[in-house]
């Protein structure tokens, strides 16, 4: 297999969760990005203990021969919040392009769950017309946004949002131009449609369309207790709903296939929200690295 300008990269989230504060608050942002280039990634996307002056960023960072590929931001799309989100979206843009960052990675959060104790596998949103409307069209307008400094959009499918199923990425995708790209998670979609088939499927779809990849595996275990006990998602994560490629349920090889086939060229982040005190953020790091380097030679 071979991949050609392909980075690997991966998020703080498995050293410190933004989303579950207590979770890694021992963890340094010095011992995170340490850990990350020991174990051998290229970059990483940006937590909540990250330094915001760029100078500090950019010279820790650069000690470690690190680069920053994307950070997540958050739309409010569905609440109305229109004019808010658009200038909060052109902040980040220019922080993330003064790193030279080329992807910017969007969710919906209006009416999310993902954050709230509901159970992930019965509450979601399902987006009215309007609300697809406000969506898609206020998307076109933060791909255009971003377009304009050479970067792409990349929307993340999520759990607990109304960009979540297959159906979902694929009426996302029809109803909005080129300038809204995906960022193609495969952990979110097996969480969602509980199968390796979807899970390739939706990249074989819009493989065209994918800007930016994020591999997280999922323990299928954890995720039937999710369904059986109707969990939230937060109480998954801390229950190990996800772990490191090849740790789980998840065959990466058609998936890595998929992208090499079609001359995938960006970023694949390792991506694995577990609790620190259980699963060692380094060593698991190292794991993921060294399974990604023997399948794809990356
Ligand atoms: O990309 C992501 C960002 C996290 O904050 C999120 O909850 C996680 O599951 C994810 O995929
Ligand atoms: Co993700």
């Not at 890595?256 to 929200?273: K, N």
Request: glycine letters at 8%; a negative charge; aromatic letters at 8%.
């Amino acid at each position: 297999m071979e991949m050609k300008n392909v980075k690997i990269g991966i998020a703080p989230i498995a050293w410190t969760n933004d989303d579950l504060p207590d979770l890694g608050k021992e963890n340094t942002f010095e011992q995170c990005v340490s850990e990350m280039a020991l174990a051998g990634y290229a970059g990483c996307e940006i937590g909540n203990r990250y330094p915001r002056d760029l100078a500090v960023l950019k010279k820790a960072l650069d000690l470690r021969g690190l680069q920053i590929c994307n950070a997540w931001f958050s739309t409010y799309f569905t609440r109305g919040q229109k004019e808010e989100t658009i200038q909060k979206f052109i902040e980040h843009r220019d922080f993330l392009h003064a790193l030279g960052a080329k992807v910017i990675g969007i969710s919906e959060q209006g009416n999310s769950i993902q954050g709230t104790t509901l159970p992930i596998f019965d509450a979601k949103p399902v987006y009215t017309a309007a609300q697809w409307q406000a969506v898609t069209e206020g998307f076109e307008i933060l791909g255009a946004l971003a377009a304009e400094k050479g970067m792409r959009l990349g929307v993340h499918h999520h759990m607990g949002t109304g960009v979540q199923t297959e159906a979902e990425i694929d009426y996302l995708m029809e109803h909005t131009s080129e300038k809204v790209g995906l960022l193609y998670d495969c952990g979110h979609l097996y969480y969602s449609e509980g199968s390796q088939e979807a899970t390739l499927r939706v990249l074989e779809k819009h493989i065209g369309r994918v800007v930016h990849v994020h591999l997280k595996d999922v323990r299928p275990n954890v995720l039937e207790q999710v369904r059986c006990e109707k969990l939230s998602f937060l109480e998954g994560v801390r229950a190990g709903s996800f772990t490191v490629p090849s740790d789980g349920v998840i065959h990466f090889e058609p998936i890595f296939a998929c992208l090499a086939a079609h001359q995938y060229q960006g970023w694949m982040v390792v991506e694995a929200e577990q609790d620190p005190a259980k699963a060692n953020p380094l060593e698991y790091a190292l794991k993921a690295r060294a399974f990604i380097r023997e399948k794809t030679g990356c």
